[in-house]
């Protein structure tokens, strides 16, 4: 070969890769640079519900993520990544780039409970994400297939004490909502019941319809057309107050097992480190979300109780909620599976 050549081609090769090498650092500073405040969002914003599609928070993270869009004037994407009672969308969303631009709609359930429910995950619920802002609360009820000859919870504890590990319950999965809630159920009782888990909240009740399973604890809002139709029965609600949705409806105290108050929190997260200034946009936004006259109507409707506040707020609300159920469980003997 021409020595010459041969020379330039090694010099064309080195300048090649030296280019590279840049292009790469500049990618690399663009990924860590800090977002301004004024250029936050440019580009569509991915909304993950660790969910399967009907649940209450699907239903309120497409709402708010239709409300959102507008104001911040790019899309929200919604995308559920349903797997592990909320596990595999949560650790999707941890381990994702802290820029604003892949959120998390999480339930005190899919985000605290089902943290201390399974074992082993790669994530943590606290230190590993920020909170963004408390959106709204949910009350679950507990329902019974219209064919099941019980009329009250009183009825249905009998019922359930008389044929031990008989009568099946729904839930979304190990460590779901429906899941906690109905052994919290079942252990102030003091009745066995028989977990049958499905993939999400709706599948839970086509099987309930169908006399699958004879028992679920479901928030309101995804309860409420199946009782309001006849049939679903709702005996007690999980709450120290009944709700304006289902006023004939008595508390699980009202109905004498004792006092006990499952209120989940459904609101936005972000990856750990996000930069503030994209937590206060999008903070703002929702809250003022929560103030439109529209927004409250329809979140009354659905049986959502609003809440909204900073980011701070729902921090020091997290982390209450973390020692609550870590408590109880521990009191009622749940343990990880």
Known sequence: MNV??????RRLRAAAKVTRLLAVCVFLVALTAPVRADEYPSRPIHLIVPTAPGGAGDLLARELGDRLAAILRVPVVVENKPGGSGVLGNDSVAHSAPDGYTLLFATSATHIIAAQLIAGL???????FTPVVNAAYATSVIVVNGALPVYDLAELVSYARARPGMLNYASSGV???NHLDTEVFAALAGIRLMHIPY???????RALLVNEVQVMVGAITSALPYVRSGQLRALAV???KRSPLLPDVPTIAQAGLGSVDVHKWLGL???????AQVIDRVNGAINAILREPATRAWMEREGFEIAGGSSTEFARIMQADD?????LLHRLGIRPE
């Open 4 to 9: 010459p050549l041969a020379e330039d081609a």
């Open 122 to 128: 790669a994530y943590d619920p606290i230190r590993d």
């Open 175 to 177: 460590g779901s909502a």
């Open 199 to 205: 993939r999400g909240t709706a599948d839970g009740y």
């Open 238 to 240: 999980l709450a120290d």
């Open 269 to 275: 997260l972000a990856p750990a480190h996000t930069p």
């Open 323 to 327: 020692r609550k159920w870590r408590d």
